[in-house]
């Protein structure tokens, strides 16, 4: 059985992209939704994650120079954004439907510079105590059609009053995040999928990075320091 964390009230000197969750008007409550609470009940979620993977990054700043993590971003949805997902996705607007069906309307993003770091901490984070594996996606192993490579994980955590809360994390090094964001912009910049020699351009430029990856983590491995350094590792026992 998982234990229970208390969140702290608020993200406190965080980046996160929706600083405050939402006020939602009384009207934008469909059926059995409180989104308020709802929200609430992620940015929790996401409160919680943060502060045990900075446990994790504080670990290894003590015992060697390296951070795995470059660098992280989340953000939580919009109650707009959940109501219409919702409706073009099928699923109900009622509270269980949503916690159920809705595995993104939390998310978090760690940037990691290498290969070898994006599966340190993607295996720490998995040892968490407190977490409970819901999915994995491997893009890294299996890319998807448009080159998009990327390590998924769907996490339930635990919060008090509102029992196990999704949350899914994006790990993707330096080169793949790079990718991604000016695919997004080049790809969706007219809101439309992209014309084919800019698709067909786009695969070609991730396998450029997908190299560079590879290249990049080789040569890491190469350089590092001989001497044993502490391991990213999760925290056991209260």
């Known amino acids: ?10 993200l406190a000197g965080t980046a996160l992209e929706d600083p405050a969750v939402p006020a939602v008007p009384a009207a934008a ?10 929200l ?35 953000r939580l949805k919009s109650a707009a954004s959940i109501e219409a997902k919702a409706r ?20 978090l993003r760690v940037v990691c510079a290498f290969l070898s770091d994006l599966r340190e ?17 491997d893009y890294t192993a299996r ?19 509102a029992g196990q809360v999704t949350v899914e994390i994006q790990l993707r090094t330096v080169a793949m995040d790079f990718w991604a964001c000016l695919e997004h912009r080049l790809a969706y910049r007219h809101h439309a999928p992209a014309p084919v020699p800019v698709a067909a351009t786009l695969r070609r430029a991730a396998g450029v990075t997908a190299a560079l990856d590879l290249a990049m983590d080789r040569l890491w491995s190469r350089t590092a320091a001989p001497t044993p350094t502490p391991a990213l590792a999760a925290p056991r026992g209260a």
Do not use: C, F
């Open 143 to 161: 890319p998807k059609a448009s080159g998009y490579r990327s390590l998924h994980l769907v996490v339930g955590v635990p919060v008090r009053g």
């Open 121 to 137: 901490v993607r295996d720490a984070v998995l040892a968490l105590p407190e977490l409970a594996l819901l999915e994995e996606r």
């Open 88 to 107: 073009r996705k099928g699923i109900p607007l009622d509270d269980d439907a949503l916690r159920r069906d809705m595995q993104d309307l939390a998310g």
């Open 29 to 38: 409550r469909t059926g059995a939704v409180d989104t308020d609470r709802l």
């Open 1 to 10: 059985m998982h234990a229970t964390l208390t969140a702290p009230s608020a």
């Open 40 to 74: 609430l009940d992620h940015r929790h979620a996401l409160a919680l994650l943060l502060l045990e993977i900075a446990g994790l990054r504080d670990q290894v700043r003590d015992g060697r120079a390296h951070d795995p993590v470059e660098n992280m971003t989340w």
